[in-house]
């Protein structure tokens, strides 16, 4: 059998800009991911007096929402219990955070529930808006690679 | 065919048939929420996330859902009873299939773990489990 061989030569090496291109995409992928699950989570959430569901934000990189939801979560309740923010990941992670005390309380379900006086169920809102999700999320990045 | 009752069938007849769970739980096994007066330690599964996965012609291939299944116990620390418990989900849950004569569970495991605190005035509760993925079919229609 005969043996075939193929020289490659590179002249125009594109492979470092491709690589920059798609890491950014990814990042911007990541981003808007994140912000459609925070839009989702702030539309189903369980809502009192709204300062969950405004207390939702969305740390990146280089910004965070964690100011701007404090605010408005104190604005619905001036006495809500707030976490402090979470810290900045790298380029290509989002976060989804909710600032309120009692947010994994609503979606996990407890023992005390956010009154203090009685267990309460779940709601899941968060998982069900970033499961929502999910397949957009793959698809996009399954794209890069086409 | 409501294949979440399958699910919740399985998830409790696996807990509650376990010799080493039964002294530490009983049969305190609740879906989403435990009735008022439920003796501690106990243990809740709660549907976090339900899906259909159909193929063309709306053929549903199975149930994916996400259930959160967690013990709760009065308690300031993960371990003890708690962390018992909670072993014991890996061992009965993670990475299994069942045939059953209500329906199969096609795949169960478990995505990530789970821990959160509680604590209110003088009261502490520790929460510890796992986020478990199971597919669920209907038994074959004939």
């Known amino acids: ?146 | 065919m409501n294949e979440l009752s399958i699910a919740d069938k399985w998830i409790y007849q696996t807990l509650t048939s376990d010799s080493v769970l039964a002294p530490l739980i009983d049969k305190r096994v609740c879906s989403d929420l435990a009735p008022p007066g439920t003796a501690y330690p106990y243990v809740v599964a709660q549907l976090l996330n339900p899906d259909d996965l159909a193929a063309t012609g709306a053929i549903r291939v199975w149930i994916d859902c996400l259930f959160l299944i967690k013990a709760v116990d009065e308690t300031a620390s993960y371990n003890g009873k708690l962390k018992q418990i909670a072993d014991r989900f890996d061992v009965l849950l993670h990475k299994k299939t069942a045939d059953l004569s209500y329906g199969r569970i096609v795949a169960s495991y478990r995505e990530r773990p789970f821990r959160m605190p509680e604590q209110r005035l003088d009261k502490s509760f520790r929460h510890l489990g796992g986020q478990f993925r199971l597919l669920v079919q209907a038994p074959q229609q004939s």
């Open chain 1, 1 to 146: 059998m005969a043996n075939t061989t193929v020289d490659i030569e590179i002249v125009f090496d594109r492979f470092p800009e491709l690589a920059g291109q798609m890491r950014q995409r990814a990042g911007q992928i990541v981003r808007k991911t994140a912000f459609d699950i925070k839009s989702d989570y702030q539309q189903t959430a369980r809502r009192d007096t709204g300062a969950q569901v405004n207390s939702a934000y969305v740390v990146t990189a280089n910004t965070s929402g964690y100011s701007q939801a404090a605010s408005d979560a104190l604005a619905a309740d001036p006495t809500v219990d707030l976490l402090p923010p979470v810290p900045q990941p790298d380029p290509y992670t989002a976060i989804v955070a909710v600032g309120v005390a009692h947010g994994a309380l609503n979606e996990y379900g407890g023992e005390t529930g956010p009154d203090g006086l009685q267990r309460r169920a779940g709601d899941a809102a968060l998982t069900k808006a970033t499961e929502k999700h999910r397949p957009g999320f793959l698809g996009a990045m399954s794209k890069l690679l086409e």
